[in-house]
């Protein structure tokens, strides 16, 4: 069966260190998601993409957040300055269209010190 | 604004019993869809069953069904003969039907299974 895969599974990062997680989306899959959930709370949204640009963004995602999908495969999220309150448990999700489910990965489970 | 309530944030079973996990949901639309997401503790999320408000017909997958009730917005989930590998957290989920359109979850229900 196709999945989601995501690297690493965890990551620990030292605060205003920048972090790349890293997804390959189900090959056919044309709609790319990343969402986070701290520990304990609901899984929050932070940004869809297609088409190779950004379709919606949260409050979450400020200019802290970058995604981009560099070689047609990988999509990525990067984090360029950490901070404590990044921590958290990083997913993507990825779906063929409007009306079919989205696919999760495994997680990152980030930890910035 | 779309929201999702789950107001149990804890529930249990016996094993082989029965159990329903509540939901609700507020929306000023008319077409959309509802899942419900599994979470062990491995934290990985897995789709469980899903629900196209079109349908009035209630979905079911093996032991998991729902009672979905458009008019009172309310997506309830019902697990028959539970076994000790259902215990999780699980969460429900909104989405509009547009192709880009993100899920919104709920705060989620940990689920209990005793022997």
């Known amino acids: 069966e196709p999945e989601v895969t995501q690297t690493p599974s965890h990551q620990v990062t030292q605060m205003g260190q920048e972090v790349i997680l890293r997804c390959v989306p189900i090959?056919?899959?044309?709609?790319f998601y990343w969402y986070r959930q701290i520990l304990g709370q609901k899984v929050e949204f932070l940004v869809s993409?297609?088409?190779?640009?950004?379709?919606?963004k949260s409050e979450i995602f400020d200019d802290q957040f970058s995604v981009e999908r560099p070689d047609g495969s990988n999509f990525t999220l990067k984090i360029r300055s950490t901070k404590l309150e990044d921590s958290a448990m990083y997913f993507c999700?990825?779906?063929?269209?409007?009306?079919?489910?989205?696919?999760f990965g495994q997680g990152t489970r980030l930890t910035v010190v | 604004a779309q929201t999702v309530t789950q107001s149990q944030p804890e529930m249990s079973v016996q094993e082989a019993e029965t159990v329903t996990l509540s939901c609700t949901y507020d929306?000023?639309?008319?077409?959309?869809?509802l899942f419900w997401y599994k979470q062990p503790p491995s934290r990985q999320m897995i789709l469980v069953i899903r629900?196209?408000?079109?349908?009035?017909q209630n979905a079911t997958e093996n032991r998991f069904s729902v009672n979905f009730q458009k008019a009172a917005k309310s997506f309830s989930l019902k697990i028959s003969d539970s076994q000790l590998g259902d215990a999780a957290m699980y969460f429900c989920?909104?989405?509009?039907?547009?192709?880009?359109?993100?899920?919104?979850f709920g705060t989620g229900t940990r689920l209990q299974v005793f022997p």
């Open positions: 999700a990825t779906h063929l269209s409007g009306n079919t489910e989205a696919f």
């Open positions: 090959s056919n899959h044309l709609y």
């Open positions: 993409f297609y088409n190779n640009e950004i379709s919606e």
């Open positions: 929306t000023s639309e008319s077409d959309y869809y």
């Open positions: 629900q196209e408000a079109y349908k009035q």
């Open positions: 989920a909104y989405r509009s039907p547009y192709n880009t359109d993100k899920l919104i």
